[in-house]
């Protein structure tokens, strides 16, 4: 699998380190050792995360695109914002899921990502200086047609 690692910078500041690769059939198993050391000891969380993703989509031979995003540790202010505005997590996710880079662009994926937003919107909670967010993303094309779906994880900061 080729990895491509890309930054997004989405409301306020918030950093996302973006991963993006495809998983052919062949490949499956290299979820389960996917180094993301950006998820810290969380990392196990997010594989397992990943292989179910993976095993939703029913990609049987066809690519998986993968978008793993996983935020920097929020700030005080970034996570008193965070708290405010309720919705703004769905926008941080949907905005770096919609970013333009090839070859994972298309032109519906900005009405897939308003979708995802308010699937997001559900997961919403008080957020604090030194949680990391995660959002999982796969899409397949092909079979019966385009599908997507999404996983996403708050990680507390659990340090004094």
């Given at each position: 699998?080729?990895?491509?690692r ?6 306020y500041?918030?950093t996302?380190?973006?991963?993006r ?5 062949a490949?499956r198993?290299?979820?389960a ?7 810290g ?7 397992d ?6 095993e ?8 998986c695109?993968?978008?793993v995003?996983i ?20 926008l ?11 070859p994972?662009?298309k032109?519906a994926?900005?009405?897939v ?5 308010l ?10 200086a ?5 959002g999982l993303?796969?899409q397949v094309?092909g ?6 779906s999404?996983?996403?994880i708050?990680?507390p900061?659990?340090g004094g």
């Amino acid at each position: 699998m080729d990895l491509e690692r890309t930054q997004y910078i989405g409301h306020y500041g918030v950093t996302f380190t973006v991963i993006r690769f495809i998983v052919l059939p062949a490949n499956r198993q290299a979820l389960a050792n996917l180094c993301v050391l950006e998820a810290g000891a969380s990392a196990n969380e997010v594989r397992d995360r990943l292989v179910e993703l993976y095993e939703k989509m029913l990609a049987r031979d066809l690519p998986c695109k993968l978008t793993v995003a996983i935020s920097k540790p929020l700030t005080r202010q970034q996570a008193d914002l965070l708290n405010e505005r309720g919705t703004i997590i769905a926008l941080l996710l949907t905005g770096l899921f919609n970013a333009p880079i090839h070859p994972f662009s298309k032109p519906a994926a900005r009405v897939v990502g308003a979708t995802v937003g308010l699937i997001t919107k559900s997961i919403v909670r008080s957020y604090h200086a030194g949680d990391v967010v995660i959002g999982l993303e796969a899409q397949v094309d092909g079979g019966i047609g385009p599908q997507r779906s999404m996983s996403a994880i708050v990680i507390p900061f659990l340090g004094g």
